[in-house]
T-cell receptor
Framework: KAGVTQTPRYLIKTRGQQVTLSCSPI?????VSWYQQTPGQGLQFLFE???????NKGNFPGRFSGRQFSNSRSEMNVSTLELGDSALYLC?????????????FGPGTRLTVT | LAKTTQPISMDSYEGQEVNITCSHN???????ITWYQQFPSQGPRFIIQ???TKVTNEVASLFIPADRKSSTLSLPRVSLSDTAVYYC????????????FGKGTTLSVSS
């Protein structure tokens, strides 16, 4: 079956702009989680959506937001971009909520903020 | 959430067995131990998960002692393609639990 897909794969934005990233989970998966990965901080949890509801949230400012649609596809939005937001953004899907089930990760979106 | 400690890096040669140990002294009763593998510019990939004793699948084994305060991921006969970062996670196997990835162990396999 098709894996987790993320679009776009690469993105270059200017400081102050906003960006929306998209994630399509594996068919049948209801949970989508988002992570930010940087060389300095490693993999950090942003938030998890399950059946269109935010189930869990990491320690990120309110500029980072997300949502999940009825077909389980998810979007992540970052407003007022800062240079420090440059990172690989990964989404992962699972059949159930992330604490209980294997996570399947997408290839990520490489965001560069200039 | 139980904090995990694992070596920052390890080196090995092709064909050798590699054992990566993870410490999780304050693991809770309902916590499971999960290992993920990550190659550069890719998302992590699930390797194995266990609760106690030994778990084996087609790519690795996971050894968990009775006190569950540590665990060891064993990779038999590694190849160059096993060069990656390996993460040990401890989390309750229940809905609403966030996965916390540490720094992981960078395994370098040489010929």
């Amino acid at each position: 079956k098709a894996g987790v897909t993320q679009t776009p794969r690469y993105l270059i934005k200017t400081r102050g702009q906003q960006v929306t990233l998209s994630c399509s989970p594996i068919s049948g998966h209801r949970s989508v989680s988002w992570y930010q990965q940087t060389p300095g901080q490693g993999l950090q949890f942003l938030f998890e959506y399950f059946s269109e509801t935010q189930r869990n949230k990491g320690n990120f400012p309110g500029r980072f937001s997300g949502r999940q649609f009825s077909n389980s596809r998810s979007e992540m939005n970052v407003s007022t971009l800062e240079l420090g937001d440059s990172a690989l953004y990964l989404c992962a899907s699972s059949i159930g909520s992330q604490g209980a089930y294997e996570q399947y990760f997408g290839p990520g979106t490489r965001l560069t903020v200039t | 959430l139980a904090k995990t400690t694992q070596p920052i890096s390890m080196d090995s040669y092709e064909g050798q067995e590699v054992n990566i140990t993870c410490s999780h002294n304050n693991i809770a009763t309902n916590d499971y131990i999960t290992w993920y593998q990550q190659f550069p510019s890719q998302g992590p990939r699930f390797i194995i998960q266990g609760y106690k004793t030994k778990v084996t699948n087609e790519v690795a084994s996971l050894f968990i002692p009775a006190d569950r305060k540590s665990s060891t991921l064993s990779l038999p006969r590694v190849s160059l393609s096993d060069t990656a970062v390996y993460y040990c996670l401890v989390a309750a196997n229940q809905a609403g639990t966030a996965l916390i990835f540490g720094k992981g162990t960078t395994l370098s396999v040489s010929s």
